[in-house]
C-alpha cells in the first residue's frame, strides 16, 4: 500500500515562513507528477501548487504564485513547499499528492483532484496575525 506523509506544518506568524515535506512510506512507486493541496475550515479543498516530473514544470494557484515554490525529487517521489511571506488566509491543513497512473501532457494538467491517485493524511499551518 502507498502511504504520502507530510512533514513541516506548525504555527507560524504572518510574513513568516514554512517549509512543508512530503515523502512516501510503504510500497515503491513512480509518479507522474504531484501536487499540494488545501482545505481551509468551511472550504472546499483547493489545489495549492503542482510540478510534473516530464519536463519539471510547475503550476502555482493565484493565492500563493510569487509565494510559494514547489520542488522535489522525481526518484524519490518527494515533494516540498517552501511558504514565504505567510498570511491568515494561509491557514489551512495542507495535502501532498501523486499521480501514479494518470499521465497528461500539455497546458493544464494536474489542477485536478482525480488526476491524483496517492493522498496524505494532511500536516496543519496555521498563521496567525
Known amino acids: 500500500q502507498v502511504q504520502l506523509v507530510e512533514s513541516g506544518g506548525g504555527l507560524v506568524q504572518a510574513g513568516g515562513s514554512l517549509r512543508l515535506g512530503c515523502a512516501p512510506s510503504g510500497r515503491t512507486f513512480s509518479s507522474f507528477a504531484m501536487g499540494w493541496f488545501r482545505r481551509a475550515p468551511g472550504k472546499e479543498r483547493e489545489l495549492v501548487a503542482t510540478i510534473s516530473w516530464t519536463g519539471g514544470s510547475t503550476y502555482y494557484t493565484d493565492s500563493v504564485n510569487g509565494r510559494f515554490t514547489i520542488s522535489g525529487d522525481n526518484g524519490k517521489n518527494m515533494v516540498y513547499l517552501q511558504m514565504n511571506s505567510l498570511k491568515p488566509e494561509d491557514t489551512a491543513v495542507y495535502y501532498c499528492?501523486?499521480?501514479?497512473?494518470?499521465?497528461?501532457?500539455?497546458?493544464?494538467?494536474?489542477?485536478?483532484?482525480?488526476?491524483?491517485?496517492?493522498w496524505g493524511q494532511g500536516t496543519q499551518v496555521t498563521v496567525s496575525s
Open positions: 499528492a501523486a499521480a501514479g497512473s494518470y499521465y497528461c501532457a500539455g497546458s493544464g494538467c494536474y489542477r485536478e483532484e482525480y488526476e491524483y491517485e496517492y
